[in-house]
């Protein structure tokens, strides 16, 4: 595995320390990235909430949360106990400017102003504005500070534009890191080498070969304890609007003239502003979206999304989402790309499906599949490639499809980080090329808020499915319509 350079000392201060995404996701990866030597050990982190706990109360509930999400041949008594010698707490309301900022305060004391500091704000999108005027009151927004915004930015492009607006005010853009942990998907990344560093599959990489594009995002959990705010977010929000566009992007953007952050960003723009808009008009016939009832994932029975909200409560929240998108570019005309994404699916699996077009002529008896292309982002991160082969044996000319099968990490024999790893180094770094710019979250809003406001206004388009099953039939439909089919029903 490549060696991992180390980065300047730092402060992490996270705000929203408490929960579930601090506790699941950062902390495991600052400890990985320690344990990898590529943190400092005069740096710190800070954990940032309301809840008055000591710096040893935290530490205990740090302790406790990478030892239940880190995996076992990871963990280290030696260096758990190092790593939670840099972690520190300070009680904080980091929406109001009260006398509660003392206790971050009195933790930076009267050390040098050109240390890097990140701000990562895991806490509502309400609350970024709030959090920054006082930041920048309390005098903590230096040269050598940025900030990290978890998504969703906003809930449509209004609250967007005005969150954008809020932490502008106090941080300039090149300071602002806009999250989205699948950019830091080593597979994601691994698009950029597949497309730029393979001529064999650029050459083909258009309308000429590709038949149609398939992006899914499949999870067989429920809310799991997040209702209040999945249900004021739905599968739209939640997947659509950033992670899907954002890997749809990467699949369907032009050659970029370097991998300087900009040029990237810039082509993944482009794709943005390429889409087809999509008219309320439009949305019955592009869009489905589904909400699970009560059925089997696995061998186990699980309750209706309703049933997980609480008794009595009623929503029309989607938890399944099927779009049918056009890049309107010489590259793409004509090629639909299907993203998809749904909770309480029979099977965990976020992966793209590049189906080639099927041969104009045969000279065979047997009737040939077209080549396909599936590219494997979660789990057991690969590449799969199937081709036509002539069967063993016989006398004749008989064929059937075979894969050609890679699995990353038997390739490389190493661990694949988890992609906060990467991100957060990022973050110290000041590298934002894994990072969302300001254009494309709005210019992501522009195309789907339209289906949005559909959905308020077009009664009756919510359809349910049983848990564990693929989804809605409404969305075998659509893709049906232009003659494909989904992935999991033509394996």
Known sequence: MPAMSTVESFDYVVFGATGDLTMRKLLPALYHRFRDKQIPSDSRIIGAARSQLSDDDYRGRADKALRRFVKADALDDALITQFLGMVFYASVNGAEAESSWDNLLRLFGDEVRDRIRVFYLATSPELYGPICANLSAQGLV????????????????????????????????????????????????????????????????????????????????GVEGRGDYYDNSGALRDMIQNHLLQVMCLVAMEPPGSLEADDLRNEKLKVLRALKPITEADVAHVAVRGQYGRGQVGHEIVPAYLEELGEG???????????????????????????????????????????????????????????????????????QLSVMNKVPGGDGMNLRPANIDVSFEQAFGARYPDAYERLLMDTVRGDPVLFMRRDEVEAAWTWVEPILKAWKTQPGTLHHYSAGTWGPEAARTLIRSTGHGWHEQTS
């Open 142 to 221: 230096t040269e050598a500070a940025r900030i990290v915004l978890e998504k969703p930015i906003g809930h449509d492009l209004d609250s967007a534009r005005r969150i954008n607006d809020e932490v502008g005010r106090f941080f300039d853009e090149k300071k602002i890191f806009r999250i989205d942990h699948y950019l830091g998907k080593e597979t994601v990344q691994n698009l950029i080498a597949l497309r730029f560093a393979n001529p064999v599959f650029e050459r083909i990489w258009s309308a000429d070969a590709i038949d149609h594009v398939q992006i899914t995002a499949a999870e067989t959990v």
């Open 313 to 383: 409560r009623q929503s029309d929240t989607e938890t399944f989402i099927a779009i049918k998108a056009e890049v309107h570019s010489w590259r793409w005309g004509k090629v639909p790309f299907y993203l998809r994404s749904g909770k309480r699916l029979p099977a965990k699996v976020s992966e793209i499906v590049v189906q080639f077009r099927e041969t104009p002529w045969s000279i065979f008896p047997t009737r040939l599949e077209a080549n396909r292309l599936i590219i494997r982002l979660q789990p057991e991160e690969g590449i």
